[in-house]
């Protein structure tokens, strides 16, 4: 595990996948993990590139990935696509994962992994919060206007 340069993460409920190359891009880590392993896997390498797909639990991991030095990068799952070689199965993602990361292409958007606990304290990340109670008090005036004209075409 020492050559590994750079490692693709393939995210999922319990089984994760792990995928490592070294500086010339070969296949030298090639791993199963529980949810539990992730992290101790992580801590035992020096500071690595690591690509992660963008999902539900992405920015998680991110952030805890990053706490322990290593740089993290995501990315939707449309930026990985084109790399998938075979059938779409964790292995195979997390060796596009893997590829994806390392190119250095026009499309690429990495997002920054952001840090919660300073914008609100109580509620976790208040911009998300506002814009839920805004959408949520707003909707009826936003309806408002459409209200007598799905009337008129549901008579």
């Not at 995928?19 to 949810?35: A, E, M, P």
């Not at 964790?90 to 390392?102: G, L, R, S, W, Y």
């Not at 208040?126 to 805004?134: C, Q």
């Amino acid at each position: 595990m020492k050559d590994v340069s750079t490692i693709g993460l393939d995210l999922a409920k319990n089984v994760f996948q792990v995928h490592g190359v070294d500086g010339s891009g070969k296949t030298v880590l090639r791993r199963r993990l529980r949810r539990g392993q992730v992290l101790p896997i992580f801590r035992k390498l020096s500071p690595r590139l690591v690509g992660i797909e963008a999902c539900a639990t992405s920015h998680y991991w991110a952030r805890e990935i990053t706490a322990l030095g290593h740089e993290v990068r995501m990315m939707p799952a449309r930026y990985v696509k084109p790399y998938v070689k075979r059938n779409e199965n964790d292995v195979a993602d997390a060796e596009a994962i893997c590829e994806a990361v390392t190119r250095s292409d026009a499309t690429a958007w990495f997002p920054i992994v952001s840090e919660c606990e300073g914008l609100a304290p109580a509620t976790g990340c208040e911009p998300f919060t506002f814009r839920v109670r805004v959408l949520y008090i707003f909707r009826p005036q936003r309806d408002a206007p459409i209200n007598p004209l799905s009337r008129e075409t549901i008579r």
